[in-house]
């Protein structure tokens, strides 16, 4: 039984940064994608980042290019999103999700593609 834990949110001024930590367990997979997804109130589920553990690529959607990061500790089990530069376009829930597999040709970035989600963490920006 796969289970994400999101933890880091809070409330900051605009320019202000903020972590969000996902610690991951219950699998065994070596191949995988592990993403943020962010709902803002009245909006769908969209993609924040990608990270695929076989090779380490990464994706980094254009709203938060430049400000936001993502990484993993694979020791710790554990991934990160590095948030600076915080504008209250980014106030939202942020959730971690994880689907296992193959991906040769890079994370999906549909929610729909996710089977594996943790309970959110709320950012709020104002």
């Known amino acids: 039984h796969v289970q994400l834990v999101e933890s880091g949110g809070g409330s900051v001024e605009p320019g202000g940064s903020l972590r969000l930590s996902c610690v991951a367990s219950?699998?065994?997979?070596?191949?995988?994608?592990m993403a943020w997804f962010r709902q803002g109130s009245g909006k769908g589920r969209e993609v924040v980042a990608t990270i695929y553990t076989a090779d380490g690529s990464l994706y980094i959607d254009d709203s938060v290019e430049g400000r936001f990061t993502i990484s993993e500790d694979n020791d710790k089990n554990t991934l990160y999103l590095q948030m600076n530069s915080l504008e209250p376009e980014d106030t939202a829930m942020y959730y971690c999700?994880?689907?296992?597999?193959?991906?040769?040709?890079?994370?999906?970035?549909?929610?729909?593609?996710?089977?594996?989600w943790g309970q959110g963490t709320q950012v709020t920006v104002s």
């Open positions: 999700a994880a689907t296992f597999g193959y991906f040769p040709s890079g994370c999906p970035r549909g929610s729909e593609s996710y089977y594996n």
């Open positions: 219950g699998y065994t997979y070596n191949s995988y994608c």
